[in-house]
T-cell receptor
């Protein structure tokens, strides 16, 4: 069965510190990989995607993600967190359809 | 440019009632989707459409129906509402198949069935 895991329900980080939101997946073949962000009472917004090529992908709002094929991981990163980054983040591999993880809540404290 | 518009934003239904969640997009996207979001469960695909006149089931289609008579509109109908259908519903659209193109989401419709 195809699945995606976001092992942390919540990640807490101080403003200005680097952040990582983890994602691992179990999907056959070579899936495309996406990250979406959801702000309170809003729909999901696309952040970035990996299709092929360089393992480090850059996206919106200074976010980037690192693809690791051997570990089947696609961790989301940002060098310096902002309070405004506080939101719910979803990892979503695509193989025939998007498979959304349960989400990780990022809380950035001043 | 409004993007993806969903109505209503909130609705309370009694068990057994029926209703339609409306979704419209003004980006001329061929692909449209309905998801439901339950706490701690991520998003589950209910139905999707690859173009006007074409719809198909997703992971959790039971209790729902859709139609796609135009490119712009993709309504979701709930027949005989049940408490298990209490959820937040999101409509999304894409210009290409979801594996290469990002999805654009509406702001959601929060449905409570009592």
């Amino acid at each position: 069965a195809q699945s995606v895991a976001q092992p942390e329900d919540q990640v807490n980080v101080a403003e200005g510190n680097p952040l990582t939101v983890k994602c691992t997946y179990s999907v056959s073949g070579n899936p495309y990989l996406f990250w979406y962000v959801q702000y309170p009472n809003r729909g999901l917004q696309f952040l970035l995607k990996y299709i092929t090529g360089d393992n480090l992908v850059k996206g919106s709002y200074g976010f980037e993600a690192e693809f690791n094929k051997s570990q089947t991981s696609f961790h989301l990163k940002k060098p310096s967190a902002l309070v405004s980054d506080s939101a719910l983040y979803f990892c979503a591999p695509h193989r025939n359809k998007l498979i959304f993880g349960a989400g990780t809540r990022l809380a950035v404290h001043p | 440019n409004a993007g993806v518009t969903q109505t209503p934003k909130f609705r309370i239904l009694k068990i057994g009632q029926s209703m339609t969640l409306q979704c419209a997009q003004d980006m001329n996207h061929n692909y449209m989707y309905w998801y439901r979001q339950d706490p701690g469960m991520g998003l589950k695909l209910i139905y999707y459409s690859v173009g006007a006149g074409i719809t198909d089931k997703g992971e959790v289609p039971n209790g729902y129906n859709v139609s796609r008579s135009t490119t712009e509109d993709f309504p979701l109908r709930l027949e005989l509402a049940a408490p298990s259908q209490t959820s937040v519903y999101f409509c999304a659209s894409s210009s290409r198949a979801g594996n290469t193109g990002e999805l654009f989401f509406g702001e959601g419709s929060r449905l409570t069935v009592l």
